[in-house]
T-cell receptor, first 113, second 114 residues
Framework: DVKVTQSSRYLVKRTGEKVFLECVQD?????MFWYRQDPGLGLRLIYF???????EKGDIPEGYSVSREKKERFSLILESASTNQTSMYLC????????????FGPGTRLTVL | AQSVTQLGSHVSVSEGALVLLRCNYS??????LFWYVQYPNQGLQLLLK??????LVKGINGFEAEFKKSETSFHLTKPSAHMSDAAEYFC????????????FGKGITLSVRP
């Protein structure tokens, strides 16, 4: 079974802190994605990566950056957390053969105070 | 550009009743269509997909969906709801192919009454 793990289920940070959200997949998938999920807004794509060291902006990249130094790991970085970044963050991965069949992690609920 | 519309935010059915969750899409190219389900406190998982070929597709847990190009719809159905079907359901569209992205609808919460 594909497994996508996220470093924390719940995280509380203060405004202005630098926040790292980590995601690891164990199926050698080429593609990895970061979404945020908010009530009434569904899932919105923040950043994605089709290969190691490659990244592309999604629909709402402002205030975020990413890092993909290894194939299995994709990190989301909030350089200076703000209260409007309080949200559920979901990581996903997929293979090149079935790029839209994404496997999701359990999510990290981030609260910024 | 592509988009997905899921009207309403919540559907409630009785156990054993028909489940119908609506999805309409907009796409300038032939779409790939997906339904994902999110059970409480979990990530999303793929329920079913349409890429090409047969327009009626079957998924896990007895769900199915029909691609209707003339109506730009991809509604999700299940003949008889079970308590375990209570979850949030997301419809998504993609243009398919390498480097394509999923565009998700806003999701709809299904409640099942005993």
């Amino acid at each position: 079974d594909v497994k996508v793990t996220q470093s924390s289920r719940y995280l509380v940070k203060r405004t202005g802190e630098k926040v790292f959200l980590e995601c690891v997949q164990d199926m050698d998938h080429e593609n990895m994605f970061w979404y945020r999920q908010d009530p009434g807004l569904g899932l919105r794509l923040i950043y994605f990566s089709y290969d190691v060291k490659m990244k592309e902006k999604g629909d709402i990249p402002e205030g975020y950056s990413v890092s993909r130094e290894k194939k299995e790991r994709f990190s989301l970085i909030l350089e200076s957390a703000s209260t409007n970044q309080t949200s559920m963050y979901l990581c996903a991965s997929s293979s090149n053969r079935r790029v839209n069949e994404q496997f999701f992690g359990p999510g990290t609920r981030l609260t910024v105070l | 550009a592509q988009s997905v519309t899921q009207l309403g935010s919540h559907v409630s059915v009785s156990e054993g009743a028909l489940v119908l969750l609506r999805c309409n899409y907009s796409s300038s190219v032939p779409p790939y269509l997906f339904w994902y389900v999110q059970y409480p406190n979990q990530g999303l998982q793929l329920l079913l997909k349409y890429t090409t070929g047969a327009t009626l597709v079957k998924g896990i847990n007895g769900f199915e969906a029909e691609f209707k190009k003339s109506e730009t719809s991809f509604h999700l159905t299940k003949p008889s709801a079970h308590m375990s079907d209570a979850a949030e359901y997301f419809c998504a569209v993609s243009r398919g192919g390498a480097n394509s992205k999923l565009t998700f609808g806003k999701g709809i919460t299904l409640s099942v009454r005993p």
